[in-house]
Structures are given as structure tokens and as C-alpha cells.
């Protein structure tokens, strides 16, 4: 039975989809630590 692996070149692999997943991945994080920094400060000044 052959072995499935010995065919994979190192370095060959198309990432593009995976990569574009980690940008969005991270600018969902950056969105929402902004918008908790956001709703922290409006808190802090109009706290009752």
C-alpha cells in the first residue's frame, strides 16, 4: 500500500485561503477590542 505522503513536495502547499482566514481572524479581534475599549470609556464618563 503506498504511503499518500511520499508525493508531498515541502514548500508546495497553497495557503492563500488559510492566510486569508487568519487576517480576518485578526481584524475581527482588533474590531472588538475596540469596541469593548469603546463601551468601557463611554462607562467611565456617563456612569450613573
Same mark, same amino acid.
Given at each position: 500500500? &503506498?504511503? *499518500? /505522503?511520499?508525493? *508531498? #513536495? /515541502? %514548500?508546495?502547499?497553497?495557503? =492563500?485561503?488559510q #492566510?486569508?482566514?487568519?487576517e %480576518?481572524?485578526?481584524?475581527? %479581534?482588533? +474590531? !472588538?477590542?475596540? &469596541?469593548?475599549? &469603546?463601551v !468601557?470609556?463611554? !462607562? &467611565?464618563?456617563? +456612569? =450613573?
Amino acid at each position: 500500500m &503506498a504511503d *499518500h /505522503h511520499d508525493a *508531498h #513536495e /515541502h %514548500g508546495t502547499m497553497d495557503t =492563500t485561503v488559510q #492566510e486569508q482566514t487568519y487576517e %480576518g481572524f485578526i481584524k475581527f %479581534g482588533v +474590531r !472588538l477590542s475596540i &469596541a469593548c475599549i &469603546a463601551v !468601557l470609556v463611554f !462607562l &467611565a464618563i456617563f +456612569r =450613573t
